[in-house]
């Protein structure tokens, strides 16, 4: 990868042998989501605290005896605070926290696919030694050398943090629904189905639909590899019978249809 410091990019190899290209976030977009993060924190902490007094007010009846089992608690709710925040949020916000979504970039693992639980909770462990020795400075300086702007969180958990793909149709599936020779009770289907579909599922839908064009002439048994083992998870998962499922131009337009009604939807909501 050649380091492009304004649009720095990485290629990675999906389970399924695609290579996609992703636009790497930079660290000043990073230190700003950390900084939003950071300030959810903060009011996060302080919530924890007034409710550690209250219950311990509540519970010894006055704030004589309070002081040393508060600070015990304290220290607790900071640590789970400043940490797990972090990996309840990346793993229900598809590889994003709050500040991460604000800023447009999330978190994904080394083969492109979503963070898991364990890669989530090392990177995020290691934050507190990227923290030293002030404020992220540690980790700012191996991010700037790194040559795929990883912090020391991100090479022992094997992520890497890139621009998030805006809830956007590719050229060559803004097309009319309509237009597609799929049946219509099947279109129907789509649009009743189309909420069981996830965000990362959908953007890896919209990956394939951009690269099958070119890889099908060159490799056509690994596109339709990936066209029907697609479209087949996904209409197992939105319940939907396929009555081609080994026609790939039968699935190749219901990834179109699939794709297509959730941006609209997206759009529309």
């Not at 509540?58 to 309070?66: E, H, I, N, R, Y």
């Not at 990956?207 to 209409?235: M, Y």
Request: charged residues 20%.
């Amino acid at each position: 990868m050649a380091k492009d410091l304004l649009h720095p990019t990485v290629e990675l190899e999906t389970p399924d042998h695609v290579v996609v290209t992703f636009q790497l976030a930079g660290l000043g977009r990073r230190a700003l989501a950390t900084a939003l993060d950071i300030l959810v924190q903060v009011g996060l902490t302080l919530v924890v605290g007034l409710l550690a007094i209250a219950g311990l007010v509540l519970w010894q009846g006055g704030l004589a005896d309070v002081g040393g089992t508060f600070i015990a608690i304290t220290i607790i709710a900071i640590f789970f605070v400043w940490s797990a925040y972090f990996i309840i949020s990346e793993l229900r916000m598809n590889g994003q926290s709050l500040g991460k979504r604000k800023l447009g970039i999330r978190v994904i693992k080394r083969d492109g696919s979503s963070v898991d639980f364990l890669a989530s909770a090392i990177r995020n462990l290691l934050r507190w030694v990227d923290f030293f020795p002030t404020f992220y400075g540690l980790g700012a300086l191996v991010t700037l050398l790194s040559a795929r702007y990883q912090r020391l969180g991100d090479m022992a958990a094997g992520t890497y943090v890139v621009v998030q793909e805006r809830d956007q149709v590719p050229e060559h599936v803004l097309i009319d629904l309509q237009s597609l020779p799929l049946p219509d009770s099947l279109k129907d289907s789509v649009r009743a189905s189309v909420s069981a579909v996830e965000q990362d599922e959908y953007e890896y839908v919209l990956r394939l639909l951009r690269r099958l064009p070119d890889l099908g002439p060159r490799q056509p048994a690994i596109a339709q590899h990936l066209c029907w083992q697609t479209a087949g998870a996904l209409a197992r998962k939105m319940r939907i019978p396929l009555d081609r499922p080994s026609d790939y131009d039968y699935c190749y337009y219901f990834l179109n249809a699939v794709a297509t009604v959730y941006a609209q939807r997206s759009v529309a909501g």
